[in-house]
């Protein structure tokens, strides 16, 4: 080797066992580690090894993905399932309120019925004493303040009423007017002549 091939070739340092030199060559003189590290090509067992690995973690990770997806979409039908019977419960539930209320009054209109007959016999009673004249054909009722049948959160209801001796032609009716009140809780009903 001569002075200017030595002194153009840089000093290297083995990998291996960490001798410097400066020859030429490719390989540690000491203990023949080449200095320059080869790309190696993976060995055929290596790369179907790896691909294995790879098409495992995919089809893991597909898996994964396709049971989210099926979760999800059991719970939105889990979710759609429990507010149909949620609406199912709410309409049976408005049902049976409306079917009570609906009870409720059909029972305050047989109580206005009944004050309704007994205003009638009262006033029989009292043409049959020449206190009114008669004869008396039937009652109507009319609800004042505080009397419709439909105010469920009332606890009284206050009538006028006409105790009907004649009926006009024009499909108007006179009579004696009468007072009525009627305890819904109760189920009592009260009258006056005069009201």
């Known amino acids: 080797m001569t002075d200017n091939e030595a002194e ?16 030429p060559g490719e390989f540690c003189p000491g203990c023949g580690t080449p200095y320059v590290r080869r790309s190696r090509r993976p060995s055929p067992k290596v790369a179907l090894v790896a691909a294995l690995v790879v098409l495992l973690v995919a089809g893991v990770t597909a898996a994964i993905a ?55 016999k009262d006033a029989k009673e009292n043409v049959a004493d020449d206190l ?43 009579g004696y007017r009468y007072a009525g009140t009627a305890e819904w809780d109760t189920g009592s009903i009260t009258w006056k002549l005069g009201g």
Do not use: M
């Open 8 to 23: 153009s070739t840089p000093t290297r340092i083995c990998r291996k066992c960490s001798a410097a030199s400066t020859s």
């Open 66 to 120: 396709v049971k989210q997806h099926q979760d999800g979409l059991a719970g939105d039908r889990a979710a759609a399932a429990a507010e149909r019977q949620d609406r199912r419960e709410r309409d049976a539930a408005a049902d049976a309120r409306e079917r009570a209320d609906e009870a409720e009054r059909d029972v305050r209109r047989d109580l206005v019925e009944a004050l309704e007959k007994q205003i009638t």
């Open 132 to 174: 009114l004249e008669g004869p008396i054909k039937y009652t109507s009722c009319t609800a004042t303040g505080g009397g419709s049948t439909d105010d469920l959160t009332a606890l009284t209801g206050t009538f006028e009423c006409i105790a009907v001796n004649e009926e006009n032609s024009d499909g108007t009716a006179s």
